[in-house]
């Protein structure tokens, strides 16, 4: 009976899809600019982009009796959260806010007053429905970014679920605390462009949580360690994030002006830096300079910049990259000289790389580059900014670690989060879907 539940929900959910269709009573056109709108379309394309290469650079580092359930666990969070966002998610994370702590669930509950409401506020030379849609891009990728740490062990429908309640609990509260006007990060004074503290934070928390939670693989405890799958994936899915990144951060401008490009250039130039300093920075330690190396390295820098893009300069973003990457390295160092089993180091990489930018962007964020900044950064002569990232980094942290592990263990209540041991020796390609990597 167990296993027609999730069926039954879908099912569920498409005959409420009847009952309460959403049809606009008059489309709102007023204000709208065809530039903005364009770029948007291709923007909202580029970030959903992100997830595939997401799903090729993680599987290509993880075994190769591994990689393509490692794969599925960002492929399947397009349609799952896609779901969870039309019925529920958008209004948690935009509709009217309750106290600043989440949205009204009921606001845009089914997608209602979404193709005939007004723009966003914040975004109101595009229609209220592309907005919702570009912003649900982001809720996609970040529940994918945990799998990184639970790879080779974790039970698939118990993901699904853990996915689910993480987009609920933990990403829409966060959303809306930081991106609506009414959200009391926001209020505070906190600046993240395009996600450093909603996505990167949340899913680098979320992952240690579930690290520490799911335990190590025998793999790990044995010290028996298989070389990645496939690098030139890895290569492929950096070049797809690298590529879709642009839309992430030059979208979150919401606009095809020179904010976009601005935060277009500065994305562009930490990834470069922070690839060439994980490259420089294993050299000076005695090491090869790898793909691998130089691939993650231009991951992180795109991290550390993602809250910082559109507040400052191109110049500064070669240093955010390059400080980001050294730091997240020599953390990602020290994780392999522990017992966490962060399996593709989701924390050291999007979470410490999250938390880089979120300071960054306090010490460097200026009127100049965007005059939506009210105090100025740290290098600038002002404390309050910093003291105010200082804040959102240490409360975020908090809520996402503990929410997080709060879910996982609900998680496992209902359904358990790790395969057996038999099922994690054959590999999760086999155990859990029945499929396998044929090697050429």
């Given at each position: 009976m167990k296993k027609y539940i999730p069926l039954v929900i879908l099912l569920g959910v498409s005959l409420l899809g009847i009952l309460m269709p959403a049809i606009p009573t008059q489309i709102v056109t007023e204000g709208l600019n065809s530039g903005d709108i364009a770029w948007m379309l291709v923007a909202t394309a580029f970030v959903l982009l992100m997830t595939p290469g997401l799903a090729y650079f993680y599987g290509g580092m993880v075994n190769h009796k591994n990689v393509i359930s490692t794969m599925l666990q960002s492929f399947i969070a397009m349609g799952v959260i896609s779901i969870v966002w039309v019925v529920v998610g958008f209004s948690l994370a935009f509709g009217d806010s309750i106290g600043g702590w989440v949205g009204n669930p009921m606001t845009f509950f089914m997608f209602s007053n979404v193709l005939d409401g007004k723009p966003w506020s914040l975004a109101p030379t595009i229609p209220l429905a592309l907005f919702a849609f570009f912003q649900l891009k982001f809720a996609v990728i970040t529940p994918a970014l945990v799998t990184g740490s639970l790879a080779e062990r974790i039970k698939f429908r118990s993901y699904i679920l853990f996915m689910v309640l993480f987009s609920i609990f933990v990403y829409a509260p966060l959303a809306h605390w930081t991106w609506h006007p009414d959200g009391f990060l926001f209020k505070l004074g906190v600046l993240d462009f395009a996600g450093g503290t909603v996505v990167h934070m949340s899913a680098g928390w979320a992952a240690l949580a579930g690290a520490l939670y799911l335990k190590r693989r025998r793999a790990h405890v044995e010290a028996n360690f298989l070389p990645?799958?496939?690098?030139?994936?890895?290569?492929?899915?950096?070049?797809?994030?690298?590529?879709?990144?642009?839309?992430?951060?030059?979208?979150?401008?919401?606009?095809?002006?020179?904010?976009?490009?601005?935060?277009?250039a500065a994305t562009n130039t930490a990834a470069a830096a922070a690839g060439l300093a994980w490259v420089l920075f294993d050299a000076a330690k005695?090491?090869?300079?790898?793909?691998?190396?130089?691939?993650?390295?231009?991951?992180?820098?795109?991290?550390?910049?993602?809250?910082?893009?559109?507040?400052?300069?191109?110049?500064?973003?070669?240093?955010?990259?390059?400080?980001?990457?050294?730091?997240?390295?020599?953390?990602?160092?020290?994780?392999?000289?522990?017992?966490?089993?962060?399996?593709?180091?989701?924390?050291?990489?999007?979470?410490?790389?999250?938390?880089?930018?979120?300071?960054?962007?306090?010490?460097?964020?200026?009127?100049?580059?965007?005059?939506?900044?009210?105090?100025?950064g740290l290098a600038y002569g002002t404390f309050t900014l910093f003291k105010n990232h200082l804040i959102a980094l240490v409360v975020v942290s908090?809520?996402?670690?503990?929410?997080?592990?709060?879910?996982?263990?609900?998680?496992?209540?209902?359904?358990?989060?790790?395969?057996?041991?038999?099922?994690?020796?054959?590999?999760?390609?086999?155990?859990?879907h029945d499929e396998f990597l044929v090697e050429a």
């Amino acid at each position: 009976m167990k296993k027609y539940i999730p069926l039954v929900i879908l099912l569920g959910v498409s005959l409420l899809g009847i009952l309460m269709p959403a049809i606009p009573t008059q489309i709102v056109t007023e204000g709208l600019n065809s530039g903005d709108i364009a770029w948007m379309l291709v923007a909202t394309a580029f970030v959903l982009l992100m997830t595939p290469g997401l799903a090729y650079f993680y599987g290509g580092m993880v075994n190769h009796k591994n990689v393509i359930s490692t794969m599925l666990q960002s492929f399947i969070a397009m349609g799952v959260i896609s779901i969870v966002w039309v019925v529920v998610g958008f209004s948690l994370a935009f509709g009217d806010s309750i106290g600043g702590w989440v949205g009204n669930p009921m606001t845009f509950f089914m997608f209602s007053n979404v193709l005939d409401g007004k723009p966003w506020s914040l975004a109101p030379t595009i229609p209220l429905a592309l907005f919702a849609f570009f912003q649900l891009k982001f809720a996609v990728i970040t529940p994918a970014l945990v799998t990184g740490s639970l790879a080779e062990r974790i039970k698939f429908r118990s993901y699904i679920l853990f996915m689910v309640l993480f987009s609920i609990f933990v990403y829409a509260p966060l959303a809306h605390w930081t991106w609506h006007p009414d959200g009391f990060l926001f209020k505070l004074g906190v600046l993240d462009f395009a996600g450093g503290t909603v996505v990167h934070m949340s899913a680098g928390w979320a992952a240690l949580a579930g690290a520490l939670y799911l335990k190590r693989r025998r793999a790990h405890v044995e010290a028996n360690f298989l070389p990645p799958a496939n690098i030139p994936y890895v290569l492929l899915g950096t070049g797809l994030l690298w590529f879709g990144w642009f839309g992430f951060n030059a979208g979150s401008a919401v606009g095809s002006g020179p904010l976009a490009v601005s935060a277009l250039a500065a994305t562009n130039t930490a990834a470069a830096a922070a690839g060439l300093a994980w490259v420089l920075f294993d050299a000076a330690k005695g090491k090869k300079p790898s793909a691998l190396g130089f691939s993650i390295g231009a991951v992180v820098g795109l991290v550390a910049i993602t809250p910082a893009c559109g507040f400052v300069t191109i110049p500064q973003s070669i240093f955010i990259g390059t400080i980001s990457s050294m730091v997240s390295n020599y953390l990602a160092h020290l994780r392999t000289k522990t017992t966490l089993d962060d399996t593709l180091d989701v924390f050291p990489c999007h979470g410490v790389g999250g938390m880089m930018g979120m300071l960054m962007t306090g010490i460097f964020a200026s009127k100049g580059v965007n005059s939506a900044v009210v105090d100025e950064g740290l290098a600038y002569g002002t404390f309050t900014l910093f003291k105010n990232h200082l804040i959102a980094l240490v409360v975020v942290s908090v809520f996402a670690f503990v929410m997080s592990y709060v879910i996982l263990k609900v998680t496992d209540l209902i359904e358990p989060l790790r395969v057996s041991e038999e099922d994690e020796k054959v590999g999760l390609d086999i155990s859990q879907h029945d499929e396998f990597l044929v090697e050429a």
